[in-house]
């Protein structure tokens, strides 16, 4: 162990090693930031970096041997330390002058509007909603439905929605305001609804209603298209529910309960 924390010390000067550390903690934070808000990434980064420049500040050796790697070059020093060197003084002066930059850069704001993704509905509307027997059960639900629903879904909604239903989909980027395509495998969507709910947010669309959003209005309609051309807003009942027991099973989740 000592031999390790000597060969570390020789080979990795100070400064070095605190810009390891540092961006060690990010890329760390960076993976667990689907379950921590970038805020309180933020917040950690913070603590990470005050923490190191304490730890360089604390002993005025520290401060020297941190000092002296960058004013003082040694006729024989190892190329690898001098790479080092030239590569912190590159470095460090881009990264903050991207922190400058993405501080001070224009960025998009919306005007502040209570916006509700799941605005309740009467129960009088829902109930006219009715399940059809082989769609009610998810323990039942039929392959042959499922991927019918897929090839639906492929030709009419990934476009917005994603192909991975992550709401990345190629046209997400253009709508932005109120709301951005729903991220189907967010445990805040479609697993905290009902089937009824779910069948009619998707057959009413967001278009200048209470939703206010770029969703059609996937109207149920009486004609049966091919399933691998691009609808124009008609599918028909049958066909929206295989696309709900597509978009359920594909994200992992199950409607919820009454």
Request: proline share 7%; hydrophobic share 45%; net charge negative.
């Amino acid at each position: 162990m000592n031999r390790l924390a000597e060969s570390w010390r020789r080979n990795v000067p100070l400064p070095t090693g605190v810009v390891l550390v540092v961006a060690a903690i990010y890329v760390l934070l960076e993976l667990v930031r689907p379950v921590i808000p970038r805020s309180v990434i933020l917040l950690y980064m913070g603590f990470a970096i005050a923490g190191a420049v304490i730890h360089v500040t604390l002993d005025d050796r520290r401060i020297g041997r941190f000092m002296e790697f960058f004013l003082e070059t040694p006729a024989d020093e190892p190329r690898a330390l001098r790479a080092q060197r030239w590569a912190l003084l590159a470095v460090l002066p881009l990264v903050l002058g991207w922190l400058v930059y993405d501080a001070l850069r224009p960025t998009y704001a919306p005007p502040v509007e209570i916006f509700q993704r799941h605005p309740t509905v009467g129960e009088e509307v829902l109930k006219r909603v009715v399940v059809p027997a082989w769609a009610a059960d998810p323990a039942k639900w039929r392959t042959e439905d499922i991927d019918a629903g897929k090839r639906l879904y492929d030709a009419n909604c990934a476009i917005c929605h994603g192909e991975k239903l992550d709401g990345q989909g190629v046209a997400a980027e253009g709508f932005r305001y109120p709301i951005r395509p729903a991220d189907f495998t967010d445990a805040g969507t479609i697993g905290q609804l009902t089937l009824p709910y779910v069948y009619w947010r998707l057959t009413i669309g967001g278009i200048q209603n209470q939703f206010d959003s770029a969703m059609p209005k996937w109207t149920a309609g009486d004609s049966e298209p091919d399933a691998s051309t691009l609808h124009l807003n008609d599918f028909t009942s049958e066909e929206a529910w295989k696309v709900i027991l597509y978009i359920y099973r594909a994200s992992g989740f199950e409607p919820r309960r009454e």
